[in-house]
């Protein structure tokens, strides 16, 4: 390489930034690769931003060199281009004057490009809020970042095209640049968005590195907006379509149109939203010139990209692209407040459409009201089956009148009652709550009634009158912002809204207000509308008290006051941390005496109150023995015992009981860093026996550090007795936990009692029982009972739908006159059905305890779950729908033994052959039960009923009252 070439020319952009220039330039000059150049270019400032970067070249002669262009261009693209031209060096990377590069960007990216020969190299970009609390960073789409990797062509990662158009984070090749004349589009904003994808398209080699490389200084309290970020500008949205639209024809041109699918499922999930935000807070006319210019992108859109997205961002984009405001509006709502419920909804067939409009009459008809109607549909969402106290419902303000003199304001709204949840004859009550907003502190709130409610179809009408005058009373320094908020109740349930201020200048005005302090304070309060569209109430302070406070936050006592918060905030945290507990737990709590006849129960993880557990705690109240229960629970405690004492996992109490306790029982694990003490008793009952490799027979475990190996054993040590409903888990559960013999207890699992005892009555008496279950589902009587139970599947996030792997409403349609199907998902997964089902296919999942589910049920559909050798010890028929057995057992963690050879029923792979085997639970009855029998024999064997008696007799028998 030439050695009077640099390495690396950094071309630097500024306009009126005096302040920060210095700053990205010295990031430039101290990276770790030593022969860079700076290329500053001056957008023409009107403030001192030239004379600086010429004092820098004066003082670094050789390293910097300073350009002014003769006019402002307005934007970024023709400073950077003339950077291109003025720079001398192998490499180019652009910086812009707020931001800094990463100290070892230049040297990573010049090593990553000279070895891999790549015209283009990209880095991990970090988004830094410099005026955040605490400097909060959020990188920039890292998983393109997590490994090295070179591209031959952008069409092996659509995603680099579509997520990362930052030119900033990159370094090219300068040969590169200007053999394929690339150069930034000027008189345009987005002009990054049409450079990348020029430059990602014409590169013959991309080199993703893990590295971060640059440094996105984000001011979030700016006062001036980036040219990016003024979406109230109409123009703002017009040169974004025209830059996709450019970006289209470069794709197109290229030879790359299929990468436009995923371009166009990124611009309805992420570009058009960012405009759609704010649509609720523009007058008509920017609405409708905002309409007429995305309704023709829109139709370039391919309709496959619709479902690639969530149901409201296809919903608004289609809504848009039809002009449907009434209809529009309210689903900009939902966007925005992901939870609420914005529209009445409708129901046709069985399925629920987001609004009636469009899948109509003439309106629904052809391939348009087809896709109509597929966009609307929000079945999925479940809606329909949810409670209205479980709903979030748009509460749209309608009229809002101020009486200054008087100190009221009357307000009027209509809530939303989506499918008719708040019945025509409900009892209706409401009251308006006015809340200070403090960021973590429940500060004051004062209340108001509402006196009118009237029910109207699809919605709710309200009136109220609120005296803010006499009824709010605030501080007014530190409660300047109420939130307000309508608590509606229905027949004594109750569900919480927010006012929508959707219609731009209705909520206007001020009101007098007595402040508790003086009205030096403040003397009046004002309407504003939040960020998310609601209504919220701010008390100005006066200029002279903004002063005095000013004054003594930046004196002496101000630093002291603020110093003295910062220190116990951060003790607050620290005393919160889970370190903080842990250490809590062993040097305070576990030094306390063990409480005689203390037991703490949990049962997966604290999420149900259900399964051995359950029925280890139900058999000891049942003997009427002297103990103290503790349960723990995560998140709601219902559907717990209420004899028992409740704690909430990982708080305080929680790990004061288990470090008292002299028994723990579960059926999963306690929280792993927690070392149980000598004189505590652990009885893991385990929740199932395995089909799929558990523990040290996983590969994962295998691969994991001696280290992690060591301390993983160390947490299974814990357990004292470990439940044994047979061989197969000495074999399987035993072995891969690496337990000791002394420590297996072959009784069978507690839970499998009832199923054995069910199993005996209806042998003995020739009469199944179906209990008090059925009549609460409402099971008709002439309805055979199926249950489908699937295994746990993994689709990201904590809890996500499971999609069922046929079609409900053709197995409704099939078998509705002869069975009943309930569907239980596993309690990490939830399913949706669609009302087309009701009575014929019920969701079960919200019943924790599958137990009285098994027992109600006269044949069970599963595929790999454990419940399969629970079920078994009924003695009725088993149906394995495996249609994913290839993905599962040999892309998963692999199996203990082949389910196809094994099976005590028969295994089918798709829909058609369910159905075939279901249309005769007699028939499979007779068919399998030498195989039922064998298995039982093979998998139960130490299930006979008596689990949860032998326990008891074993451990606990000394608290029997006399």
Aim: hydrophobic share 40%.
């Amino acid at each position: 390489m030439n050695e009077d070439r640099p390495d690396i020319s950094v071309v630097v952009i500024v306009y009126n930034d005096e302040a920060r220039l210095d700053t990205a330039v010295r990031s430039a000059l101290e990276q770790t690769l030593r022969n860079v150049e700076v290329v500053i270019v001056d957008d023409r400032s009107t403030d001192r931003s030239y004379e600086v970067a010429r004092g820098l070249a004066t003082r670094h002669p050789g390293r910097v060199r300073a350009f002014r262009l003769d006019e402002n261009s307005g934007g970024c693209g023709a400073p950077r281009n003339r950077g291109i031209a003025e720079a001398r060096g192998t490499y180019v990377l652009f910086l812009d004057s707020d931001d800094v590069l990463e100290r070892n960007a230049c040297r990573n990216m010049l090593e990553a490009a000279e070895t891999t020969g790549a015209d283009l190299v990209s880095g991990l970009c970090v988004r830094v809020h410099v005026d955040s609390r605490g400097g909060k960073e959020v990188k920039w789409y890292p998983w393109l970042y997590t490994r090295t990797r070179t591209l031959e062509s952008i069409s092996e990662l659509p995603d680099l095209l579509v997520f990362d158009t930052l030119s900033t984070n990159k370094c090219y090749r300068r040969e590169f640049l200007v053999r394929e004349g690339l150069e930034f589009p000027v008189g345009i904003h987005y002009e990054d968005l049409l450079f990348s994808a020029q430059a990602y398209a014409a590169a013959r080699r991309i080199t993703l590195i893990p590295n971060r490389v640059y440094d996105w200084r984000v001011v979030d309290k700016a006062a001036a907006k980036s040219i990016s970020n003024r979406r109230a500008e109409i123009a703002n949205f017009a040169h974004r379509m025209e830059i996709h639209r450019r970006v289209d024809r470069l794709l197109a041109e290229r030879g790359l149109a299929e990468l436009k699918f995923f371009k166009d499922v990124k611009f309805l999930k992420h570009d058009l939203v960012l405009h759609l935000r704010d649509l609720p807070f523009r007058d008509a006319s920017y609405r409708e010139e905002f309409a007429a210019i995305a309704r023709g992108y829109l139709e370039s859109v391919d309709r496959a990209a619709f479902d690639e997205v969530e149901p409201i961002h296809a919903i608004c984009a289609y809504l848009l692209r039809e002009s449907d405001w009434d209809n529009l509006l309210p689903a900009v709502d939902t966007l925005t407040n992901r939870d609420k419920i914005s529209s009445p909804l409708v129901e046709r067939d069985g399925r629920v459409y987001w609004c009636a409009e469009h899948i109509d009459g003439s309106d629904g008809d052809g391939d348009e009201g087809v896709f109509a109607r597929h966009v609307l549909d929000v079945t999925g969402l479940g809606h329909h089956a949810k409670p209205v106290e479980k709903m979030f419902l748009r509460n749209v303000l309608t009229g809002y009148e101020e009486d200054e003199r008087a100190g009221t304001v009357r307000l009027a709204g209509r809530i939303t009652n989506p499918l008719g949840v708040v019945p025509a004859g409900a009892r209706l009550t409401g009251e308006l709550e006015f809340g200070a907003r403090r960021k973590g502190v429940r500060f004051q709130t004062f209340r108001f009634p509402v006196r009118t409610l009237r029910h109207e179809g699809e919605f709710i009408a309200w009136e109220a009158s609120v005296d803010l005058a006499r009824g709010v009373r605030p501080l007014g320094v530190v409660d300047a912002v109420w939130d307000v908020r309508l608590r509606l109740g229905v027949d004594g349930v109750r569900t919480t809204t927010r006012l929508t201020a959707s219609e731009p200048g209705l909520a206007v005005g001020r009101s007098p207000v007595r402040p508790r302090l003086t009205r030096l304070v403040a003397d009046h309060i004002e309407p504003e509308v939040s960020a998310r569209g609601h209504l919220a109430f701010r008390v100005p302070t006066r200029e002279k008290v903004d002063a005095l406070v000013g004054r003594g936050v930046r004196g002496a006592p101000g630093r002291l006051a603020k110093s003295g918060y910062r220190k116990a905030k951060g003790v607050r945290r620290k005393l919160t941390s889970g370190a903080t507990k842990i250490r809590v737990y062993h040097e305070v709590f576990s030094r306390l005496p063990l409480k005689k006849g203390l037991v703490v129960f949990e049962s997966h993880l604290g999420r149900q109150y259900s399964d051995s557990p359950k029925a280890l705690y139900e058999e000891m109240r049942r003997q009427g023995l002297d103990f103290d229960a503790v349960w723990s629970y995560t998140g709601r405690p219902e559907g717990f015992p209420p004899d028992a004492t409740l704690v909430r996992r990982w708080s305080l109490p929680y790990l004061k009981a288990l470090a008292r306790a002299e028994f723990w029982v579960d059926n999963q694990s306690y929280p792993l860093k927690l070392t149980k003490r000598p004189g505590t008793t652990y009885i893991q009952t385990w929740h199932g026996s395995a089909l799929k490799r558990m523990g040290f027979d996983e590969a994962e475990w295998k691969l994991r550090t001696r280290g992690a190996q060591e301390e993983q054993q160390r947490v299974l040590d814990r357990f004292d007795r470990f439940l044994i409903r047979s061989e197969h888990d000495v074999r399987t559960l035993a072995r891969a936990f690496r337990l000791k013999e002394r420590t297996l207890l072959r009784v069978g699992y507690p839970r499998n009692d009832a199923l054995v005892a069910a199993r005996r009555r209806e042998e003995a008496t020739g009469v199944r029982e179906r209990g008090p279950l059925a009549a609460e589902l409402g099971i008709p009587d002439d309805r055979a009972v199926l249950l489908y139970a699937p295994t746990f599947r993994q689709q990201g996030g904590k809890q996500r739908r499971f999609e069922l792997p046929f079609d409900v409403e053709r197995f409704a349609d099939a078998f509705g006159d002869r069975y009943v199907l309930l569907v239980r998902s596993h309690y990490l997964n939830h399913v949706v059905l669609p009302p087309s089902v009701r009575g014929r296919v019920l969701d079960v999942s919200a019943h924790h305890d599958v137990t009285p589910l098994l027992a109600l049920a006269d044949g069970l559909i599963t595929d790999y779950s454990s419940v399969m050798f629970d079920y078994a010890l009924l003695g009725r028929p088993l149906f394995f729908f495996a249609y994913d057995y290839e993905e599962y057992v040999h892309e998963g963690r692999g199996t203990y033994f082949d389910l196809l050879e094994r099976a005590p029923g028969p295994v089918v792979r798709t829909e058609e052959e369910l159905y075939v085997a279901l249309a005769s639970l007699d028939e499979q009855v007779v068919k399998y039960r030498e195989a039922r029998e064998g298995f039982v024999a093979e998998f139960g064997e130490y299930d006979t009923g008596t689990a949860a008696r032998s326990i008891v007799d074993q451990f606990f028998s000394q608290w029997r009252r006399a």
